[in-house]
């Protein structure tokens, strides 16, 4: 295996100094680059089982940036254990300190990964170093509990606040809000609103996100009272305050109400913006009311709004979801002639429209498009065509595709694995079998928690297609992620 200044030496970078005082570990002539190519850093470490190896070759590097740093962690991210690894041999680099960032990066794939003791000692670490934590910490941590199903805890890690040296204010109580509300726990969150609005002093913004987090489950009566309550306190409502209304009427199916709410809103010369816009073109057009989405936004554009790449991207997805993808590519190319430049929500939906048309290649040229656009697929674009890869049956499409996705700088997901390993039970094929149980122990290595119907799941299959040794390192596996089996007689 090349070392990591070989690696990169071959990725037509300049060269630059070695570290001083260090030797080159494969006594190699090219000289390591001056800016390490973060790709070829993330498959180096993914490559590499020896930390003692990544450690000396990391550290051969002196070139290390924050931002660096933190797109490497991000190139790494789908892969918990290899990211908080080069976190920690880089901590270790004798000319090179992580920013308050890069430890909040660290602080949330461990969070992710649910190892609470590693997410509290890079807290304490931070602390000693006065590089924080942050509110912005807190509400990482706080988010990570409540999308684990532990509210509760999430609620603890902001009243404790002070004790890790950082005070509560009306910044982060809206921060903590916001991370309930998003989180479907609008409830919860409206009831610690009303015990510490007074302490906080409670603005605006704050009403607005419970507002918005009340419309997010569809009940946008309380809504109403949330904001209701807001001007009797001699609040004013902003343009945000509208604009979650009139969002939380179409999220609701309440159409008549949101164009009403609308119209209203044109009446009163609020100063409607291009965020209101985009969410009539969108809501509209998710209804099947597609001209009518077309009318409102060729009307903004006589209203001198200018239209926003996101904009496009909630017509583009309109066509192709309630009309047809090549009117969604002509607007994609009517874009391009306005001198938009797509981004990668942009191809997403376009790609979508394309694998959903059945049109399979055409999908994959948007691909390949991206790159022009200096725009590269996300793990988003690669489960969309692996997705509907599957649901055609083109097994061996879909592997390769997943194949194409991990040697490039993209690593797969949770959804990614949860999509192939179904797919490998279609054709109980022994050999596919072999491939889901394979998919299943590598996404726990990655830190992924697979469901226990997925391990029962692999289990029986292997089982029943006679790979009894197979299944007992599976049994083995489900038992130390603690997804406890049911008795299996192997």
Not at 119 to 133: D, E, H, I, Q
Not at 332 to 340: I, W
Request: charged residues 25%; hydrophobic residues 40%.
């Amino acid at each position: 295996m090349l070392s990591l200044r070989e690696n990169i030496s071959q990725t037509a970078v300049p060269s630059l100094k070695a570290h001083p005082k260090r030797s080159s570990l494969h006594h190699s002539a090219t000289a390591p680059p001056p800016h390490p190519e973060p790709t070829a850093i993330a498959k180096l470490i993914l490559k590499t089982d020896n930390s003692e190896t990544i450690t000396r070759n990391l550290h051969t590097l002196t070139n290390w940036t924050p931002h660096l740093v933190h797109t490497v962690l991000k190139r790494l991210w789908n892969h918990g254990p290899k990211a908080l690894q080069f976190f920690n041999i880089l901590d270790t680099h004798p000319f090179y300190a992580h920013s308050a960032t890069g430890f909040d990066h660290a602080i949330d794939i461990a969070a992710r990964l649910r190892d609470y003791k590693t997410v509290w000692a890079l807290v304490a670490r931070m602390r000693s170093r006065k590089l924080g934590p942050s509110p912005k910490t807190f509400a990482i941590i706080a988010e990570r509990y409540v999308s684990s199903g532990k509210a509760d805890k999430a609620v603890k890690v902001f009243l404790s606040m002070h004790e890790h040296g950082c005070s509560q204010n009306l910044n982060s109580f809206n921060a903590f809000l916001d991370v309930l509300c998003k989180s479907k726990r609008a409830e919860m969150a409206y009831k610690l609103f009303n015990i510490f609005r007074g302490r906080f002093r409670a603005d605006t913004v704050s009403y607005n996100i419970i507002a918005n987090g009340f419309c997010l489950k569809k009940q946008t009566p309380r809504a109403l009272e949330v904001l209701k309550e807001m001007v009797e306190r001699g609040l004013v409502p902003t343009l945000t305050t509208y604009n979650i209304m009139l969002k939380g009427y179409f999220r609701a199916g309440q159409i008549e109400e949101a164009w009403g709410f609308f119209l209203q809103m044109k009446r009163r010369k609020v100063g409607i913006d291009v965020v209101t816009y985009t969410t009539v073109v969108h809501g509209l057009g998710v209804v099947g009311e597609v001209e009518k989405a077309r009318k409102v936004f060729d009307e903004m554009i006589g209203a001198g709004v200018l239209p926003s790449v996101a904009t496009f991207n909630a017509l583009i997805q309109v066509l192709c979801k309630k009309d047809n993808v090549e009117n969604a590519i002509i607007v994609f190319e009517e874009m391009l002639r306005k001198g938009y430049t797509p981004n990668v929500t942009t191809y997403n939906v376009v790609i979508r429209g394309l694998c959903h048309a059945g049109n399979m290649d055409r999908a994959i040229e948007y691909m390949d498009k991206m790159k022009d656009d200096n725009c590269k697929p996300i793990v988003q674009t690669y489960n969309v065509v692996i997705r509907y890869y599957c649901d055609d049956g083109e097994i061996e499409k879909a592997l390769a595709m997943f194949e194409r996705m991990t040697g490039g700088s993209c690593l797969p997901n949770l959804d990614t694995y949860n999509i192939l390993i179904s797919v490998m039970f279609v054709r109980k094929r022994s050999d596919d079998l072999l491939v889901a149980g394979k998919l299943l122990i590598e996404m726990v290595d990655r830190g992924f928690l697979p469901r226990k119907f997925t391990f029962n799941q692999v289990l029986n299959g292997l089982l029943l297609t006679g790979n009894q040794g197979f299944a007992k390192e599976i049994l083995s596996l489900q038992s130390r992620c603690g997804r406890l089996p049911r008795h299996f007689r192997l």
